[in-house]
């Protein structure tokens, strides 16, 4: 066999571990997960020709081949390091995504609609993917700068992942760039380059295998020690402290009633970093912010649907007085605490009428 073979081989060997990977993320109850396996089946895009080099050629891979994803990882890997600082909307998840996918549709067009056909159309794609990927460098870099991962121990993990894959990414697309532009001067650098090409994207894939193995929970409670996840150590009594101060802000002082709260006020509140409590609630308590937001809103409505002090108030506005803000977060977070519709609930209850 040579060279070439045995590159593809190990890719294809590979990526069949990355989906592994991917769809264990993919499938998880945790949001950063989810997001970290919608990135790496972004990377995964790239493995079709190996996967379908050995598999055959046919329909499936012309279809796929049809469809860009570059355009996706800058948008995913700024909303990935997002959400493990408890921030993001759906707002936010639209518009980042809303250019990738005009793109994607517009990739799709150009191979089955005969749309822009020529060699403009691929200059200017890939000059405009390689803007994204720097421009979302510069907005993760900020992330990582204004402090949000600064008092933690697992901040050097999320840098250390965010320099390893942005570098290929940048070396990738400069290549890509290169190829473009330039393709006489690429050419004059093949065959040599396109050992270093494999050998990095290899070396990428199997980081992304490790990363997105411990960044499961039940993997990561095997093999990672719970105090390396928090700046002090993170001593039994140093956790309790967070557990006992945490509780009081929502059991005593009703902080969840606050229809403003987020994740980085409530570090505020405890004096740590957003990093600190998201990694404690995921660690220590198996659950996110929002899902303990909810928990405690919800509660917190059914408590005021039973007492008649608030019975001239509509569902709605027991919602609104719970800390919701506005109707349909209200709906989902109730249909996905008690299993049924707040109006279904209230019936159950013999309360009437919605």
């Known amino acids: 066999m040579n ?14 571990q990355t989906v592994v990977v991917c769809g264990l993320n993919l499938f998880n109850a945790n949001r950063s997960s989810r997001y ?21 050629y046919g329909a499936v891979y012309e279809f796929l081949n049809g469809l860009s994803t570059r355009q996706f990882y800058g948008p ?25 996918v005009g793109l994607m549709f517009l990739s799709f067009l150009r191979s089955y609609g005969g749309v822009w056909n020529g060699e403009s159309y691929l200059r200017v794609v890939t000059a405009l993917e ?42 990738n697309f400069t290549d890509l760039l ?19 090409d494999m050998a990095l994207y290899l070396l990428c894939f199997c980081f992304l295998i490790l990363f997105g193995l411990t960044e499961l929970n039940w993997v990561r409670k095997l093999v990672v020690p719970a105090s390396v996840h928090f700046a002090n150590g993170a001593t039994p009594t140093a956790l309790e402290d967070l557990g006992r101060r945490l509780d009081r802000l929502f059991e005593t002082d009703g902080i969840h009633t606050d229809p403003e709260l987020s994740l980085s006020g409530l570090a505020d509140r405890l004096g740590v970093s957003s990093v600190t409590v998201s990694e404690y609630l995921k660690s220590h308590r198996n659950t996110s912010f929002y899902d303990l937001l ?33 109707k349909a977060t209200f709906n989902r977070a109730f249909k996905k605490v ?11 209850m013999g309360g009437g009428g919605a």
């Open 36 to 56: 970290l396996g919608v990135l790496i089946l972004i990377f995964l895009g790239s493995t079709k020709y190996f996967a379908f080099s050995y598999l055959g």
């Open 130 to 171: 390689y803007g994204m990927i720097l421009f979302y460098f510069m907005l993760c870099l900020q992330l990582f700068r204004n402090g949000h991962f600064r008092q933690v121990k697992v901040r050097q993990r999320y840098w250390l992942f965010f320099l390893i894959v942005y570098g290929y990414l940048i070396y």
């Open 338 to 348: 008690e299993g049924v519709t707040p109006g279904a609930y209230r019936r159950r």
């Open 3 to 16: 060279g070439n073979g045995l590159f593809e081989g190990a890719t294809f060997l590979v990526a069949i």
């Open 294 to 326: 909810n928990h405690h809103r919800v509660r917190e409505f059914k408590q005021r649907l039973s007492d008649p002090k608030y019975g001239h108030l509509s569902l709605l506005g027991l919602a609104y007085e719970a800390g919701f803000g506005s």
């Open 76 to 100: 995913v890997f700024y909303l990935f390091l997002l959400s493990l600082i408890g921030e993001g909307s759906r707002r936010q998840l639209m518009a980042h995504l809303a250019l990738p």
């Open 178 to 196: 290169i190829m473009t532009f330039l393709p006489a001067f690429w050419q004059s650098l093949m065959p040599g380059f396109f050992y270093l």
